[in-house]
Nanobody
């Protein structure tokens, strides 16, 4: 079955960096775009970035443009989110997402906390 497992979250100071990873299994990874979403406390889940099948990163949230970059390694079946210049408002649970066979699949999420 489709499984998505995120890792790489943690506590970081403002201005710092983190790289999230999402390991995928159960489907032909290279055939599908992958996305990163995030959900802050009390807020709706928002799309952060979509990474195309060939690895082009299309960021959607204006708040992360120029700071976050998505990428993927189709051999390792892993998608990444490089987050630089982190801000307090980036604090959220970050989720990996795939639309496979017209179904939505989500990872369990990884907590990112930006705090001084």
């Amino acid at each position: 079955q489709v499984q998505l497992v995120e890792s790489g979250g943690g506590l970081v100071q403002p201005g710092g960096s983190l790289r999230l990873s999402c390991a995928a299994s159960g489907f032909i990874f290279s055939n599908y775009a992958m996305s990163w979403y995030r959900q802050a406390p009390g807020k709706e889940r928002e799309l952060v970035a979509t990474i195309t099948k060939v690895g082009s990163s299309l960021t959607y949230a204006d708040s992360v443009k120029g700071r976050f970059t998505g990428s993927r390694d189709n051999v390792k079946r892993t998608v990444y989110l490089q987050m630089n210049s982190l801000k307090l408002e980036d604090t959220a649970v970050y989720f990996c997402h795939a639309d496979v066979y017209s179904r939505d699949y989500w990872g369990q999420g990884t907590q990112v906390t930006v705090s001084s």
